[in-house]
Every structure is written in structure tokens, then in C-alpha cells.
């Protein structure tokens, strides 16, 4: 499903506008990544899941072409972990 498809979805549940639909989810995404980029981020969304912000350490890794080894700086990434409704959902 990509965005557009999502605030058509939204926009038909919620009985709004498209354009208020895409605002909405705008907004959301926007909180969430606020949400994320600070000290310990973290967004719970009972029974859908949880985004949470988990610092990856430096690490050596391999070029697949040349096989060559090379060095991968630390880095933070996103991980979700779904909720209990999500999982029986699906």
C-alpha cells in the first residue's frame, strides 16, 4: 500500500476530505519522527505495535563484488515491533 492509497483509505473511513486525510497523516508521521529523534524515542500504539530507536554499533562488513572487507559506522535505526492485534490480524 503506498501513501496516496492510504489517505484514500482514510479519507473513505473517516468520511474527511482527501485533503484532510493527507494532512492527518502527515501530522502523524511528522509526531512520530519527533518522537524518534529524541534521547530514548520511543512511540507506543497499544494493540499495533511499537517504534522505537535502537543505536546499531560500528561493525566490518564485505563488499559483494570485490569481497573486499570494509568498515560500517555506527548508526541509529528504526525498528517496530507489532502489537498483540497487529500479529493476530495477520
Do not use: H, W, Y
Request: hydrophobic fraction near 35%; charged fraction near 35%.
Amino acid at each position: 500500500m503506498t501513501k496516496s492509497e492510504l489517505v484514500d483509505k482514510m479519507a473513505e473511513d473517516a468520511e474527511i476530505p482527501k485533503t484532510a486525510a493527507a494532512k492527518a497523516l502527515d501530522s502523524f508521521m511528522e509526531g512520530v519522527t519527533q518522537a524518534l529523534k529524541k534521547k530514548d524515542g520511543k512511540v507506543t500504539l497499544v494493540g499495533f505495535g511499537t517504534f522505537s530507536k535502537v543505536r546499531r554499533k560500528a561493525r566490518k562488513g564485505r563488499n559483494p563484488q570485490t569481497g573486499e572487507e570494509i568498515k560500517i559506522k555506527a548508526c541509529n535505526v528504526v525498528k517496530f515491533k507489532p502489537g498483540k492485534k497487529l500479529k493476530d490480524a495477520v
